[in-house]
């Protein structure tokens, strides 16, 4: 028999920063190392505080995994293992742990305008309380009604604890044809995503 001695893997971050307190949130973790060592028996794992989950390496440099659910909102630290017992830790240094937030997940109460012309550009004020608790920019998404698949994320901003803005994008870019998200990425920089449909999910207003 033989036994592998290998380097403790870094954690420099996690992406995203935070998560809802009911778990299942995908996250990455961000470091190097991960790669040095691996045993089909003994598997990775993240733990978040002192619980652990089942993790998968994508290369030397990322982690993924998904957080557990907590009962107490606040920081928590996120340290991995390669081989199911020796966990990094923040004794190690900085470079061997990373913060995780839990959050209530905030509430949204109402919505103005709820309406606006197909062109886009409407800016929307959502209502509701717990936004600063969350680690990181906001994002708008935006469903199709007829097809749930539909979907789109634009940017948002924090005006305060209860209310946040953003912009609804075109219908056009909500509504295009399968042909213009083959090359959306190389046609505009700036999409933020696109899935591929042959029919308007919103009511047949892609005209």
């Not at 001695?5 to 870094?10: K, S």
């Not at 971050?13 to 961000?30: F, K, Q, Y």
């Not at 998200?181 to 046609?187: L, S």
Request: charge should be negative; aromatic fraction near 12%; proline fraction near 10%.
């Amino acid at each position: 028999e033989q036994f592998n001695y290998y380097q403790h893997p870094e954690v420099l971050l996690i992406r995203p920063s935070g998560g809802p307190l009911d778990g299942g949130t995908a996250v990455t973790v961000v470091g190097q190392g991960f790669a040095v060592f691996s045993d089909p028996i003994r598997t990775p794992k993240c733990k978040f505080g002192t619980i652990v989950v089942p993790a998968k390496v994508v290369d030397d440099r990322f982690i993924e995994c998904r957080t557990p659910d907590s009962m107490y909102s606040g920081y928590v630290d996120v340290v991995v293992s390669l081989n199911e017992v020796d966990f990094t830790s923040a004794q190690l240094g900085v470079q061997y742990s990373a913060p995780f937030l839990y959050y209530e997940p905030p509430r949204i109460t109402a919505l103005w305008p709820f309406t606006g012309p197909n062109r886009g550009g409407t800016v929307i004020n959502i209502i509701g309380s717990g936004f600063f608790q969350l680690p990181s920019p906001p994002a708008c998404r935006f469903i199709g009604v007829n097809d749930p698949t539909v979907i789109m994320d634009v940017p948002g901003v924090f005006l305060n604890d209860t209310l946040m803005r953003c912009v609804s994008p075109s219908l056009a870019d909500l509504c295009t044809r399968s042909t213009y998200c083959d090359g959306a990425i190389q046609a505009d920089p700036v999409w933020r995503g696109c899935n591929k449909w042959t029919t308007c999910p919103f009511f047949g207003q892609c005209d």
